[in-house]
C-alpha cells in the first residue's frame, strides 16, 4: 500500500460545485501539504497543516479550504470550483526536519 | 525566494550517465537543493538532496558547486525507467514551515 494515498485518482466537476479531495498516510507524520501542479509548472503550495490544530494558508489559498480530521488525514475542499482549478492536486507528509513523500495525485477537471 | 532554472527537456542515451544541470543563483546559506522526479503525472519521487557536499545514493550523485550558485544530478547508468521530468528543487524556511520551490523541470528522454 501506499504510503500517501489520495482519493479520487481523476474527478471531473461543473463550475459552482463543492468537491472534496481527500488525503491519507500512513507514515505517523505530523505535517501534510497541499500543493496544486499546472501544465509546464512546478508544484504551488495551497494548504499546510503541523498537527490536527495547526492549519496554514500557503501561497495560493484563495479557493480553497482544508479539514484535517485526524493525524493521518488532510482533506481539500473547493466550496465552488471555477475552471482555472483544473489541475493536479497533490498531498504531501513530512516529519518536521524530513523529506516529502508525494501521494499519486489527483486530477481534477472543472468544466 | 530562491529559484531554479533547468533546461526544458534532455535526450540520453540508454547506460550512458545522464547528467541534469540545476542554477539557483538566489539560494541561501542554509537552504536545501532536493532533487525529485515526476513520472507520468504520478506524485513526485524524492531522489537525494544536499546542502554544500556532493552526495551520493544508491539512485544518484549530486554535485553542488562551491558558491552553491548551480548543481548538477547525475544519473549513472541511465535506463528506460528513468524517462521523467526531474525537478530540482530549494527547500526554504516559509512561515513556520518548509516549502519546497519547484522549478518547471527537466524532460528526461532516455534512448534505446
Known amino acids: 500500500d501506499a504510503d500517501v494515498t489520495q482519493t479520487p485518482r481523476n474527478r471531473i466537476t461543473k463550475t459552482g460545485k463543492r468537491i472534496m479531495l481527500e488525503c491519507s498516510q500512513t507514515?505517523?507524520?505530523?505535517?501534510m501539504y497541499w500543493y496544486r501542479q499546472d501544465p509546464g509548472l512546478g508544484l504551488r503550495l495551497i494548504y499546510y497543516?503541523?498537527?490536527?490544530?495547526?492549519?496554514n494558508k500557503g501561497e495560493i489559498s484563495d479557493g480553497y479550504s482544508v479539514s484535517r480530521q485526524a493525524q493521518a488525514k488532510f482533506s481539500l475542499s473547493l466550496e465552488s470550483a471555477i475552471p482555472n482549478q483544473t489541475a493536479l492536486y497533490f498531498c504531501a507528509t513530512s516529519e518536521p526536519q524530513g523529506d516529502a513523500f508525494f501521494g499519486q495525485g489527483t486530477r481534477l477537471t472543472v468544466v | 525566494d530562491a529559484k531554479t532554472t533547468q533546461p526544458p527537456s534532455m535526450d540520453c542515451a540508454e547506460g550512458r550517465a545522464a547528467n541534469l544541470p540545476c542554477n539557483h543563483s538566489?539560494?541561501?546559506?542554509?537552504?536545501?537543493v532536493y532533487w525529485y522526479r515526476q513520472i507520468h503525472s504520478q506524485g513526485p519521487q524524492y531522489i537525494i538532496h544536499?546542502?554544500?557536499n556532493n552526495e551520493t545514493n544508491e539512485m544518484a550523485s549530486l554535485i553542488i558547486t562551491e558558491d552553491r550558485k548551480s548543481s548538477t544530478l547525475i544519473l549513472p547508468h541511465a535506463t528506460l525507467r528513468d524517462t521523467a521530468v526531474y525537478y530540482c528543487?530549494?527547500?526554504?524556511?516559509?512561515?513556520?514551515?518548509?516549502?519546497?520551490?519547484f522549478g518547471t523541470g527537466t524532460r528526461l528522454k532516455v534512448l534505446a
Open positions: 544536499g546542502l554544500k
Open positions: 507514515k505517523g507524520h505530523d505535517r
Open positions: 538566489t539560494i541561501s546559506g542554509n537552504e536545501y
Open positions: 497543516s503541523f498537527d490536527v490544530k495547526d492549519i
Open positions: 528543487i530549494v527547500r526554504v524556511w516559509w512561515s513556520g514551515t518548509y516549502k519546497y520551490i
